[in-house]
């Protein structure tokens, strides 16, 4: 059983661009959620998504960052418009079940801003 | 709100040595799950252990282990023979069974295991 898969593992994106990072929960997994750990920091929950629906994104920056989960694909982090403090490494976890008691982690994205 | 507190920025230990990471957290909560977590260099998050809260019993995983005190809200990692591959970030984090689910971690402890 595959894990929790991420690509790309490393973007570089010039300030401005748009940056796209993709999710594809463990098999069985319709439970996303998004994480973004700043340098020398940890985690930070982003959003949580069920396949088609935003169930929180209470940790989402309120401008250029969106997410979705389709019926069909990977989930989707979008971060338009790219400033160099949206560099950091973004991770993506999955669960079976919204009270699983665990989230099972991908390798994570490292966005690089110039 | 749920917050994590990691007291320790940096440990270092002697291989074959034992050490404790210390972690506290404060929640209104009284069923949820706490976890320790290693990162390596590789940035993959691994799951080294985790408690139920309703458990006393305290986990135990190999060299690993937990000191959980619910009433104090601490929730300690023990590491037992440390190994140099035990080098690395180590995150405490909270899960609650109800609302949405989502992990607060704690800021970290760089440990570094010494040859």
């Known amino acids: 059983n595959a894990g929790v898969m991420q690509n790309p593992r490393h973007l570089v994106r010039r300030r401005g661009q748009e940056a796209r990072l993709r999710c594809s929960p463990m098999?069985?997994?319709?439970?996303v959620y998004w994480y973004r750990q700043l340098p020398e920091e940890g985690l930070k929950f982003m959003v949580y998504l069920q396949k088609e629906n935003i169930i929180d994104e209470s940790g989402m920056p309120k401008e250029r960052f969106s997410a979705e989960f389709p019926k069909e694909g990977p989930s989707i982090l979008r971060i338009q418009q790219v400033v160099r403090g949206d560099s950091a490494a973004y991770f993506c976890?999955?669960?079976?079940?919204?009270?699983?008691?665990?989230?099972?982690f991908g390798p994570g994205t490292r966005l690089t801003v110039l | 709100a749920q917050t994590v507190t990691q007291s320790q920025p940096e440990m270092s230990v002697q291989e074959a040595e034992t050490v404790t990471l210390s972690c506290t957290y404060d929640?209104?909560?009284?069923?949820?799950?706490l976890f320790w977590y290693k990162q390596p260099p590789s940035r993959q998050m691994i799951l080294v252990i985790r408690q139920e809260a309703y458990k006393q019993q305290n986990a135990t995983e190999n060299r690993f282990s937990v000191n959980f005190q619910k009433a104090a809200k601490s929730f300690s990692l023990k590491i037992s023979d440390s190994q140099l591959g035990d080098t690395a970030m180590y995150f405490c984090?909270?899960?609650?069974?109800?609302?949405?689910?989502?992990?607060?971690f704690g800021t970290g402890t760089r440990l570094k295991v010494l040859a």
């Open positions: 984090a909270f899960l609650a069974t109800s609302g949405t689910y989502k992990y607060i």
């Open positions: 976890a999955s669960s079976p079940l919204a009270s699983y008691n665990e989230q099972f």
């Open positions: 929640t209104s909560e009284s069923n949820y799950y």
């Open positions: 098999k069985g997994h319709s439970h």
